[in-house]
C-alpha cells in the first residue's frame, strides 16, 4: 500500500508541474504583443537563410476552382532554382541573398541578388540579371511614382516586397485575436504600414494568422487602400528544420489578375561556408566565377 500511495503522490505532483508547466506557457504566450510575435517571426525567418543554400521549384499558372478546391486553369510555367544567403550586421539582421535559374535551359543563368536591411533608414536593394541581354538591372524597392515596374520575382506572382524581412517599426502592429486556421491555434495579427512605409508599399495593410507554437505564417492576407483584399498567401508542409519550423511549400495568389504561384523548398542546407564576394553582383554576370563557386557550394552538401 505504501509503494502505491508513493506512486500515486508521485503520479500527483507530475500532473501538477506539467499543468503549472503549461499554464505557465500559455500565460508568457497570452502575454505577447503583435510586436514581439512578429519579431520572433522574423527571428526564425532569419535563421533558415544564414549560411544557407537552397534548391526550389517555383511554379506559375492561371487559376480557377474545381470541386472546391483551387486548381491551374492552364499549364504551369515551371522554374528550377538555387539560392543562396548570409546574414550580415551586428545583429545577423540584414540578409543578402542570390538566386540562379537552372530550368528551364533558355532561361539559365538569370538571377537576382536582393540585399535586405533591417534598418529602416536603408532602403533594400535588389538587382535582377537577364542573360539573354547581359546586363544587370536595378529593380524599383517601393511603389513611389517614379517606381512604375513591378518588382516581380522571376515573374511570379510574388514581389520583393512579400518576401522582405525587418523594418518592423515602420508598422503599427495590432493583435486581433486568437483563432484557427488549417486546424492550428493561431494569433491574427494586423500590420498597417506608417506614412513613409505606405509610399513604397502596395499594401495599405496585411492580416497574418501565425502559428502560436511554430512561429509561422500560415496565411497572409493582403489589402488594397481601398480595403479590397487583393493578394493572399498560404503556407503548408511546415517541417522543422536545423530545430526551426519552415514552411516548405508557399502560394502566392493574386486575387485580382486570378494568377498564383507556388514555390516548392526542395532541399534545405544551413550552416554552409559562403564566400562574400559570391553575394556580389560578380557572381550574376561573371559566368565562369559564378559555375565554379556553385560547384563548390554543391559539394558541401552531396
Known amino acids: 500500500m505504501r509503494t502505491t500511495g508513493s506512486v500515486r503522490f ?42 544557407a543554400f537552397n534548391r526550389m521549384q517555383l511554379s506559375t ?18 522554374m528550377s532554382l538555387e539560392s543562396v544567403g548570409k546574414n550580415y550586421g551586428p545583429e545577423l539582421k540584414d540578409t543578402k541573398n542570390i538566386t540562379i535559374v537552372l530550368e528551364p535551359a533558355a532561361e539559365r543563368g538569370i538571377g ?7 534598418d529602416a533608414d536603408r532602403d533594400n536593394e535588389t538587382w535582377l540579371y537577364l542573360s539573354a541581354l547581359g546586363r544587370v538591372k536595378r529593380i524599383a524597392s517601393g ?28 508598422y503599427t502592429i495590432n493583435l486581433l485575436e486568437e483563432t484557427t486556421e488549417s486546424d492550428r491555434a493561431v494569433w491574427k495579427v494586423e ?5 513613409e512605409r505606405a509610399r513604397k508599399s ?13 512561429y509561422v505564417a500560415l496565411r497572409v492576407e493582403m489589402y488594397d487602400q481601398y480595403g479590397k483584399e487583393v493578394k493572399r498567401m498560404l503556407a503548408s508542409r511546415v517541417e522543422m528544420v536545423n530545430d526551426v519550423w519552415v514552411a516548405r511549400s508557399l ?38 566565377f559564378r559555375e ?4 563548390q557550394l554543391r559539394a558541401q552538401v552531396e
Request: net charge negative; proline share 2%; with cysteine.
Open 10 to 51: 508521485a503520479a500527483a505532483l507530475l500532473l501538477a508541474a506539467s499543468c503549472t508547466t503549461a499554464f505557465t506557457s500559455y500565460s508568457l504566450a497570452q502575454a505577447l504583443t503583435g510586436q514581439e510575435i512578429m519579431q520572433r517571426v522574423e527571428d526564425y525567418q532569419r535563421a533558415t537563410t544564414d549560411s
Open 251 to 288: 502560394t502566392m495568389m493574386n486575387l485580382v489578375t486570378n494568377r498564383l504561384s507556388n514555390m516548392a523548398i526542395l532541399e534545405i542546407h544551413t550552416g554552409i561556408d559562403v564566400d562574400d564576394e559570391f553575394l556580389t553582383q560578380r557572381t550574376l554576370t561573371d559566368v565562369a
Open 143 to 170: 511603389n513611389s511614382d517614379d517606381d512604375t515596374e513591378p518588382a516581380s520575382v522571376f515573374g511570379s506572382e510574388f514581389t520583393t516586397e512579400d518576401t522582405d524581412t525587418g523594418k518592423l517599426e515602420e
Open 191 to 195: 500590420m498597417i504600414p506608417n506614412e
Open 202 to 214: 502596395r499594401y495599405a495593410r496585411t492580416i497574418s494568422y501565425i502559428d502560436k507554437e511554430r
Open 61 to 78: 499558372c492561371k487559376f480557377g476552382v474545381r470541386d472546391s478546391r483551387i486548381t491551374c486553369a492552364e499549364r504551369p510555367r515551371v
Open 292 to 295: 565554379t563557386e556553385l560547384q
Open 112 to 118: 537576382m541578388l536582393s540585399y535586405a536591411y533591417d
